[in-house]
């Protein structure tokens, strides 16, 4: 009998695992001024679905932005696992041992003994196997140890199960007995003529990642259509909740449909309605603080936070890239998708050109400083006519041998194009070189107040033009 030895699991499985891996909370990423995260928030709940697949799509593209830190959420958030965890953990190493031990002295009916204990506290972690390869090793000791009895219905039906959990694992001839390895082979070989059936899933709160096998699948609420009939892992992941894990039965030709209420962790329900609070604000200024809050909350310098809401037959992803330091968007872009099954493509797109325009946006912004920090930009607030200086004063209206300027339209102050030579401007009166006013002269005193006025407005104008104020140009905030 040769040693067995489970097999080298592929880089993938490395990667599923990183999910449910327990970090030391004690672990910090490096300070970062680009710590960033993406959302997408649904106007509606019938968006819900579109919301979370679009906020992984987005969330693709973030993670290979260049010098972008991107916040992972759900080790930010996780909720911590349950106390049993500990407790099956160590009964699964304990049950793996001594089937390993019993394999040595060719004691097979203890390994499938064993084995079949180590696999049963795996699964009654739920949601927190772990490590996941050293669960498809407790099935595959099952396995060779009720084919190493002749028990080829039950050896047969263990490695079905390891083969619908990791359809790429193969046994190495040098490592198990040839008759081993031709019915592990043979089951294999059967995968593709398996009937199939059909998982519908929903979960409270929506939005969840749901994996099958190992495999990301989807988001909820969800459907999966041509999975091989036999056991599943099913793993369900959310930020702020605990993960649900369960092995699931397909049969063929049916449908199972799942309803789970997943258990918020004490940032769980608090967090969502953060997200949602958020996506709802970030074009609005009267409620901008919710915004900064979602920031503030996870520690984010920026991010990618978007709308999905109906537009007519289509649906519109409204995208704004959000500095927390100033509060404010800096660069927003819209896009909208007619088309369902053409929709992840357009967005990968357009998520690809909004990321490469709004780090660009969010370096000139950088390097330029805050255009607010040095004044409020307001101050043309308070650039009234004269007449309108006068009434709040309770002035007499200036004499005849005076006239008034002529008053501005509301609003036209945005609308001055100094560059424009058409355009009829307020030229400056005329006076001799040696114009002298009495202090006790009303009029006198009211001619000096509108030449420093004016004096004022073109020095403001003239700075505006110098400094390249952003405010002059589209930003995103024109609705705010």
């Given amino acids: ?13 490395l990667a599923a695992t990183a999910l449910v891996v327990s970090i030391p909370a004690s672990a910090k990423a490096p300070p970062s001024d680009n710590r960033a995260q993406a959302f997408v928030v649904a106007a509606s709940d019938d968006l819900q679905h579109s919301a979370g697949e679009l906020t992984h799509i987005l969330r693709t593209v973030l993670s290979g932005g260049p010098g972008v830190e991107m916040v992972d959420l759900a080790e930010k958030l996780k909720a911590p696992p349950p106390e049993k965890i500990k407790d099956l953990t160590e009964t699964a190493r304990r049950e793996l041992v001594a089937a390993k031990a019993a394999m040595k ?16 506290a795996f699964e009654k972690m739920g949601g927190y196997i772990d490590p996941l390869d050293r669960y498809k090793e407790s099935i595959l000791l099952v396995g060779v140890g009720q084919a190493m009895q002749g028990n080829s219905d039950a050896a047969r039906e263990a490695f079905l ?12 001839r040098k490592e198990y007995e040839g008759f081993v ?4 082979n043979a089951v294999r070989q059967g995968l593709d003529a398996l009937p199939r059936g059909s998982l519908s899933i929903k979960t409270q709160p929506p939005g969840a990642t749901f994996f099958l096998d190992g495999k990301q699948r989807g988001v909820t609420p969800d459907s999966v259509d041509g999975i091989p009939a036999g056991n599943h892992l099913l793993t369900i992941q959310m930020p702020g909740h605990s993960n649900y894990g369960k092995v699931i039965r397909i049969e063929a030709g049916n449908l199972l449909s799942l309803t789970i209420k997943l258990e918020a962790g004490r940032a769980g329900s608090g967090f969502n309605q953060l997200i949602e609070a958020a996506g709802r604000a970030v074009a609005s200024d009267s409620t901008r603080g919710e915004v900064l809050r979602l920031g503030q909350t996870i520690g984010l310098n920026w991010a990618w936070l978007c709308k999905l809401s109906h537009h007519g037959p289509a649906k519109r992803l409204h995208c704004f890239l959000v500095e927390f330091g ?4 800096i660069y927003d872009e819209k896009l909208d998708v007619e088309d369902e099954y053409g929709m992840e493509e357009d967005v990968r797109r357009f998520s690809q050109r909004f990321l490469e325009r709004g ?6 912004f950088r390097e330029e400083g805050d255009p607010l920090a040095g004044h409020s930009g307001t101050e043309g607030w308070n650039e009234e006519t004269d007449d309108e200086q006068y009434r709040k004063k309770d002035r007499p209206a200036p004499t005849a041998a005076e006239p008034p300027r002529k008053k501005k339209t509301a609003g036209n102050e945005w609308d001055e194009d100094e560059d424009n030579p058409s355009r009829e401007v307020a030229k400056p009166r005329k006076k001799p070189a040696e114009e002298t006013f009495d202090d ?5 005193t009211s001619a000096r107040r509108q030449r420093d006025n004016k004096g004022d407005m073109e020095r403001k104008r003239t700075h505006k033009k110098e400094s390249g104020d952003p405010l002059d140009e589209l930003d995103g905030t024109e609705d705010w």
């Fill in 181 to 184: 390895i031709e019915a592990f």
């Fill in 326 to 329: 100033a509060g404010r968007s």
């Fill in 105 to 120: 002295e060719l004691e097979h009916a203890k390994v499938v003994e064993h084995a079949t204990a180590a696999r049963a």
């Fill in 1 to 13: 009998m040769r040693k067995p030895r489970f097999p080298f699991l592929p880089a993938e499985w």
């Fill in 359 to 364: 780090l660009d946006a969010l370096k000139r």
């Fill in 161 to 172: 199960d390891l083969l619908l959990l990791d359809p790429h694992l193969n046994l190495p």
């Fill in 440 to 444: 006790d002269d009303e009029d006198a």
